[in-house]
């Protein structure tokens, strides 16, 4: 019963290094996001999927890559991590269509150094 | 961007007291939802609604969805020291399916017992 399982859920970066997050999602959603969590922000949509080799920007897309080669999978790539990147990482997904709610994953703490 | 007004930011209560929060938008929307997130997790779904003035309870928790679709609350009673955590309402923008969510800061609720 796995759902969203993030990878990994911690990580220390120095300013300019690069990495990948990996979402994996078992429900065959359709739709799948990103978003980070700042204290007192509350969640910010980075960019999202609506579907296999489609992606689309969110509310803070810079710095940001994403990709979804594969349905199941939906990674999140920071070319040259920056200090401002230091956040937790949430990755939801969701079925296609009205009246779907988004399942969350545990989240990845990545800190900036 | 759209934006949700979450209140309170905080709330302190004793165990056993009845809890109120809220959210409202500028804008109209079709789906309202209501997440608790716990200490290192991701929020987990505890009420969604889908029509104007629907209400819809989960064991101690209810919520209802506006009439005017601009605002919902979610009302816990009897508090217990289990329900410590960051509430989150969310909200879809009306006619925008498979877009993601946009999120009110957040609720921090704490009970003493």
């Known amino acids: 019963n796995a759902g969203v399982t993030q990878t990994p859920k911690f990580r220390v970066l120095k300013t300019g290094q690069s990495m990948t997050l990996l979402c994996a999602q078992d429900m065959n959603h359709e739709y799948m996001y990103w978003y980070r969590q700042d204290p007192g922000m509350g969640l910010r949509l980075i960019h999202y999927?609506?579907?296999?080799?489609?992606?689309a920007k969110g509310e803070v897309p810079d710095g940001y890559n994403v990709s979804r080669l594969k349905k199941q999978n939906f990674l999140l790539g920071l070319e040259s991590a920056a200090p401002s990147q230091t956040s937790v990482y949430f990755c939801?997904?969701?079925?296609?269509?009205?009246?779907?709610?988004?399942?969350f994953g545990d989240g990845t703490r990545l800190s900036i150094l | 961007g759209q934006q949700l007004n979450q209140s309170p930011q905080s709330m302190f209560i004793q165990e056993g007291e009845d809890v109120s929060m809220n959210c409202t938008s500028s804008?109209?929307?079709?789906?309202w939802l209501w997440y608790k997130q716990d200490p290192g997790e991701g929020p987990v779904l505890l009420i969604a609604l889908y029509k104007a003035g629907e209400l819809t309870s989960n064991g101690r928790l209810t919520a209802q969805f506006g009439i005017t679709r601009k605002d919902s609350f979610l009302n816990i009673s009897a508090s217990i020291p289990s329900d410590v955590g960051i509430y989150f309402c969310a909200g879809q923008p009306y006619n925008q399916a498979g877009t993601a969510l946009i999120f009110g800061k957040g609720t921090t609720l704490s009970v003493s017992s």
């Open positions: 939801a997904s969701t079925r296609a269509g009205l009246r779907q709610p988004q399942h």
């Open positions: 999927s609506v579907g296999e080799g489609t992606t």
């Open positions: 804008s109209i929307f079709n789906t």
